[in-house]
């Protein structure tokens, strides 16, 4: 499980997802057994997401928010509560509103399908972005991790990493990329976490 005990020398993040999970999954498997940091919250705005049953499987605690919960003063206070180190969007649908953002400064990570700027933006997610990059007959895709500030995907950029597309199918080119994703995205928290010390 990812939640192993509450202990004050261990790191804590807080993931929010709003799909399937498995940017979350893929985090529970690197980190369950850390000594350094633990998955201490999952927070969800999608009642009905797989995310969820996952989260359950894995002993991680949950909050499910609508958009008045998540604007709310009420809801910014219990994130300061929590003492976390690092906010990680995992497939998070929804732009962070602005006082977050303020009070969690370079504290707040995302990972988006594209090589940004390209393929950023409102509505330009999951397969989306692969529709588009195929589209326009691009040969290079990969993925991008960026600090999260007030517009979609604008945040700086933290890293990327690239590939050469050889499909025309989004859906192979959404595994190739996803799978990526989960190699590197463990490995990059993991060193902010490190460089915050």
Do not use: R
């Not at 994130?79 to 504290?107: H, Y």
């Not at 600090?147 to 050469?164: A, H, P, R, T």
């Amino acid at each position: 499980m990812c939640l192993l005990y509450n202990s004050k020398l261990k790191k804590k993040i807080i993931v929010l997802a709003s799909g399937s999970g498995s940017s979350f999954q893929a985090l529970c498997k690197v980190f369950k057994n850390s000594e350094d940091l633990e998955i201490s919250f999952l927070i969800c705005n999608n009642k009905t997401a797989l995310v969820l049953k996952k989260a359950e499987k894995e002993k991680v605690k949950t909050m499910i928010i609508d958009k008045t919960i998540f604007e709310s003063a009420e809801f910014l206070k219990k994130l300061l509560k929590l003492n976390v180190n690092l906010i990680v969007l995992a497939g998070f649908l929804w732009k962070v509103p602005q006082k977050i953002v303020k009070s969690f400064k370079n504290k707040i990570i995302n990972i988006h399908p594209s090589l940004l700027p390209k393929y950023g933006g409102k509505g330009m997610y999951g397969i989306n972005v692969h529709q588009e990059v195929i589209k326009n007959n691009e040969k290079i895709s990969g993925f991008t991790i960026h600090y999260v500030n007030e517009e979609y995907d604008e945040g700086d950029i933290i890293f990327q990493k690239s590939l050469e597309i050889e499909t025309t199918n989004p859906n192979e080119l959404s595994k190739q990329i996803l799978k990526l994703e989960h190699e590197h995205y463990p490995l990059i928290i993991k060193k902010i976490l490190d460089d915050q010390s």
